[in-house]
């Protein structure tokens, strides 16, 4: 079984064997639970929550109200000062 050292910041390198074993690779989402004295990892697969838009995508999307990003950046700061 092989040992990991926990570091600063409660830090742990996970040897590559062990994350082969659960079918995980870099950038995949771990689920840590404690299960007693033990951890258990899982790997987990989250659903796509769909496309990011910028506001300049969104800035068609409610025709007449904002005529450019800055109109919106300002309604915004307009909010936030309120």
């Known amino acids: ?12 390198t996970l040897p590559a064997k062990v994350l ?3 079918g995980a690779s870099e950038g995949d989402i771990l689920h840590i639970a404690a ?3 033990r951890l258990v990892i899982t790997a987990k697969e989250l659903q796509d929550r769909g496309p ?3 506001m ?5 999307a409610a025709p007449g109200l904002y005529e450019s990003v800055d109109d ?5 700061d307009d909010g936030r000062a309120e």
């Open 52 to 54: 990011a838009y910028t």
């Open 35 to 37: 299960d007693g004295d």
């Open 1 to 12: 079984m092989p040992l990991v050292r926990l570091r600063a910041k409660n830090q742990i």
């Open 72 to 76: 919106i950046d300002r309604e915004i």
């Open 20 to 22: 082969g074993t659960i």
């Open 56 to 60: 300049s995508d969104l800035l068609g």
